[in-house]
């Protein structure tokens, strides 16, 4: 699977739309913690000139081009970590995971997953674990991943059950867990 259609999936997921199937421009809750609005999960906090940039293309009109832009930010902002892999599988699911928890939360969540030091940095040690767990066995690896994100949503987001978000979060792991898994 190409980096570009990985970032599609990704844009998918994250999309609201409107009744004619176009990107929107969408207000989050004040409890979300992405700022004041976002489009297609790129938010105003994090990626202000990126959204600012998605949202003139929309209030614009420009549609297609806003799809191409988004499509292409997400591609690029999720590069790191895509090419820490070493398949496609693990480098779907750890784009996704960078997206929603950005590089230092992807790599925590790939080093808890492959039970090396957690620091936040993917050097040699979680390299060289990641491509021995890959060679034996990936989709072992993408169900330790999957839960993996569940332990830092639990303990680094301090998200649970109780969370208006944790169903979202549940669905959104089990797709990207199901894409990284099909064949």
Known sequence: MTREKMAHLILNWEARRDAQGRLKVYPLRPDDGGGTYEVAGINDRYHPLAVRRLKSLIDARRYEEAETEAALYIASYTDPAGNWAGNWRTALFLRDTAFNRGPGGAARILQHALGVPIDGSVGPVTR?????????????????????????????????????????????????????LAA
């Open 128 to 180: 060289q674990a990641l491509r021995a767990v890959e060679q034996a066995d990936t989709p072992a690896f993408i169900l330790r991943l999957r839960k993996s994100r569940e332990w830092y949503e639990r303990t680094h987001a301090r998200r649970n059950e109780a969370s208006p978000y944790w169903r979202g979060l549940v669905n959104r792991w089990d797709k990207v867990t199901a894409a990284a």
